[in-house]
């Protein structure tokens, strides 16, 4: 028999016989290792412990300790019992796909009744059943035509669609839990007692088309979610709670600031107070933006195809596109017009406008672009997924040599904004040059190495993310955490060395030749619409006082006091302050209580004495306690509070 060399995570290499298991090469290691071993990286692959290894590689043996593979194998194993599960109570029940999700994973159904949240306990106490029997997990092989007949013959159809799609060279690889059997990729654990019985639950049901199409059945998805320990699953669904609470939905109702409706899917309405957080995150944002040597311009947002054609877009992204007909009567012919979905090609326009000279670079050009692409309706959500939406976008056309010092410009940029919209801490993450990629491996080596030395100037962690990055160019992303743990993904810093030579722009260099410069697509929020809505779940609506709707409400407790509600009220929008008055015929707890759940950060109470005195009393958002002192101490307090972090 052959023989292979399996080199270990410290360097050292062993010699093994080719045909060798995982599961062999841990226990040859220890006794220890080969009993607590769960799965192993081989060349970079996740490998089951089961699988044969025909060939030299690198091995690095993982247990229950290592996180990533040990939830990744727990969510997967889950998906498989569950399904088991479902059908030892309903036989008659077809089954699909169940991958690994983000904390979780989901399975399809095909069931004639609906699943109930009684049937999810059912589902549940089944599963640990199975879990308790330390059922064997073993795999094999088949050839393609074997596993046709075996799905035809067992009456699971929607498998035979899926062994017929995969590719004739693939191998066909099934997967027991105990006798119950399915189509997998693996890996998996190696029985079922090694699943944590108490570290899991099933969330909800939805529907789902088959394969994603509208014409196809429509399934039934279960969700659950997993974790190591009962530990870590009390404190997510804790943080499920929470996020519950925090929903920017509910609190754009209940504070009055958007709506959706029908009749325009995707789209926001916003509401006075919601248009005032926008616009006063809006002024934040240009000014921002003209410190750092941005030139901000306005493009149109019906573009005719030929540019996206141009531009690659048509090819590669016209199904997210709304598309337009129009007759051109001085031309006698039908023109075709997309809204735009970005605003790169445009950028690229005005920047062909009139000759360009090194001396022009960096060119920084900003646009509080207007955007729309489609997305399916079930994709929606909130403000988080919308159809349409306005970018703070910016491209800035450089030199190869500049792409450092932009990015590290960048960089700080956006760590000042995040700052000041509260979020301290925020992770980068770096994707180099994917397999398919335009430009050649100098200019990527170029890119990639401005790209690591900026992030290293500002801070010294990154992740590392191979292959990931676009075609045309590396990237880094920026995610941001927020108050309860959640991480978001929001800004974008991307090399671009193809739009430039698509759309024909140019420089005259020192040489008096003609070059192509870089360009630098750049975004520090993504989208007004989800960043606001990351900024309402974060602050749980109540917004920091320069993003306030309403900053203050001077409520009237006797109906006399109505004219110095007013005089108080004028007097503090004069100073800039969003002030509005309350003199309704209500109790001044009704009011308070009122203004309190519309997350408004200061109620005045005037009442007979603050009349007399020209004093105010003061009540904050949170606070049971109330302060009185004379109105022009407490103008000059606000006024002060009220500026935003750029002004202050």
């Given at each position: ?37 769960i799965s192993?990286?081989?060349?970079g692959t ?8 025909e ?7 993982h247990?229950?300790?290592d996180?990533?593979p ?10 498989h ?8 109570i309903?036989p008659e ?6 991958p690994?999700?983000?904390?979780g ?10 699943f109930?949240?009684?049937d999810?306990?059912l589902i ?12 064997p997990?073993?795999t ?5 035509d ?15 669609e ?15 839990h105990?006798?119950w ?12 007692g ?5 570290a ?8 789902a ?7 196809r ?14 530990q ?10 929470e996020?519950?609470?925090r929903?920017?939905r ?7 600031l958007?709506?959706?409706q ?6 926001v309405?916003w509401?006075?107070?919601?248009w005032?957080?926008y616009?006063?995150?809006?002024d ?6 003209t ?8 493009t149109p947002q019906?573009?005719?195809r ?36 970005m ?13 360009k ?6 060119l ?9 692409r ?6 929606l959500?909130?403000l ?13 056309f450089?030199?190869e ?8 410009r ?8 995040y700052?000041d ?7 980068i ?17 170029k890119?990639?190495?401005a790209?690591e030395k900026?992030?290293?100037?500002v ?22 955490t ?33 070059h192509?410069?870089?360009?630098l697509?750049r975004?520090?929020?993504?989208s ?7 900024l309402?779940?974060?602050?749980s ?11 203050v409400?001077v ?17 503090l ?5 969003r002030?509005e ?10 009011k308070v ?17 603050e ?9 904050r958002l949170?606070e ?5 002192m ?12 009220a500026?935003?972090p750029?002004?202050?």
């Amino acid at each position: 028999m052959s023989q292979i060399s399996l080199t270990l995570p410290d360097g050292t290499a062993r010699d093994f016989d080719a045909g060798t298991t995982p599961a062999d090469v841990a226990s040859a290691i220890s006794t220890s290792l080969g009993k607590k071993a769960i799965s192993a990286t081989v060349n970079g692959t996740h490998w089951d412990l089961q699988w044969p290894i025909e060939a030299d590689a690198r091995i690095d043996i993982h247990t229950m300790k290592d996180d990533a593979p040990a939830l990744e194998l727990i969510r997967h194993d889950l998906a498989h019992i569950m399904a088991r599960a479902v059908q030892e109570i309903w036989p008659e029940v077809k089954v699909t796909i169940g991958p690994v999700i983000n904390n979780g994973w989901y399975y399809d159904f095909d069931r004639a009744e609906p699943f109930t949240p009684e049937d999810l306990g059912l589902i549940e106490q089944k599963m640990k059943e199975i879990i308790a029997k330390r059922d064997p997990v073993t795999t094999e092989v088949w050839k393609r035509d074997r596993a046709i007949a075996h799905y035809r013959d067992t009456g699971e159809q929607y498998k035979v669609e899926l062994v017929e799609a995969i590719p004739g060279d693939q191998p066909i690889r099934m997967y027991w839990h105990g006798d119950w059997q399915d189509l997998c990729r693996g890996p998996h654990l190696q029985h079922t007692g090694q699943v944590p019985a108490d570290a899991f639950k099933l969330m909800n049901v939805a529907g789902a088309y088959w394969r994603g199409d509208s014409s196809r059945p429509m399934l039934q998805r279960i969700y659950g979610v997993a974790f190591k320990t009962k530990q870590d699953l009390k404190a997510h669904l804790t943080m499920l709670e929470e996020a519950a609470k925090r929903d920017h939905r509910k609190l754009g109702r209940e504070m009055e600031l958007f709506h959706f409706q029908e009749e325009a899917p995707g789209m926001v309405f916003w509401h006075p107070n919601g248009w005032t957080v926008y616009r006063a995150l809006e002024d934040y944002m240009r000014r921002k933006l003209t410190k750092a040597g941005y030139r901000e311009i306005r493009t149109p947002q019906v573009v005719d195809r030929k540019l996206w054609e141009a531009s690659g877009h048509w090819d590669k992204y016209r199904e997210n596109m709304y598309i337009t007909e129009i007759d051109e009567e001085h031309a006698n012919e039908k023109r075709v017009n997309a809204l735009k979905p970005m605003n790169c090609p445009c950028h690229v326009q005005v920047y062909n406008t009139g000759i360009k000279s090194y001396r022009d670079l960096p060119l920084r050009l900003a646009e509080f672009g207007s955007c729309h692409r489609y997305e399916s309706h079930g994709a929606l959500h909130g403000l988080m997924r919308v159809r349409g939406f306005t970018q703070d976008d910016a491209h800035i056309f450089c030199t190869e040599d500049q792409i450092e010092d932009e990015c590290a410009r960048f960089i700080d940029l956006l760590a000042g904004i995040y700052r000041d919209t509260g979020f301290a801490k925020f992770d980068i993450k770096l994707s180099t040059r994917p397999e398919v990629r335009v430009g050649s491996d100098e200019v990527w080596d170029k890119a990639e190495a401005a790209l690591e030395k900026a992030i290293l100037s500002v801070r010294n962690d990154y992740e590392l993310d191979p292959g990931e990055g676009a075609f045309y160019g590396p990237k880094l992303d920026f995610k941001l955490t927020d108050a309860i743990g959640r991480e978001w993904q929001c800004g974008t810093f991307q090399a671009d060395f193809n739009l430039p030579e698509r759309l024909d722009a140019t420089y005259i260099g020192q040489d008096g030749e003609k070059h192509r410069p870089v360009m630098l697509h750049r975004a520090v929020l993504g989208s007004f619409e989800r960043f606001l809505g990351i900024l309402i779940e974060n602050y749980s609506g109540k917004m920091p006082m320069w993003l306030a709707p309403r900053q203050v409400v001077v409520a009237s407790i006797v109906s006399d006091a109505d004219p110095y509600v007013d005089e108080v009220v004028n007097l503090l929008n004069s100073k800039g302050i969003r002030a509005e008055s309350d003199i309704r015929n209500e109790k001044i707890n009704y009011k308070v209580r009122e203004h309190s759940v519309g997350k408004v950060p200061v109620i005045l109470a005037i009442g007979a004495r603050e009349v007399a005195e020209r004093t105010v009393t003061v009540r904050r958002l949170g606070e049971k306690q109330t302060a009185s002192m004379p109105l022009d101490e407490f103008v000059g307090q606000i006024t002060s509070e009220a500026l935003p972090p750029d002004l202050a």
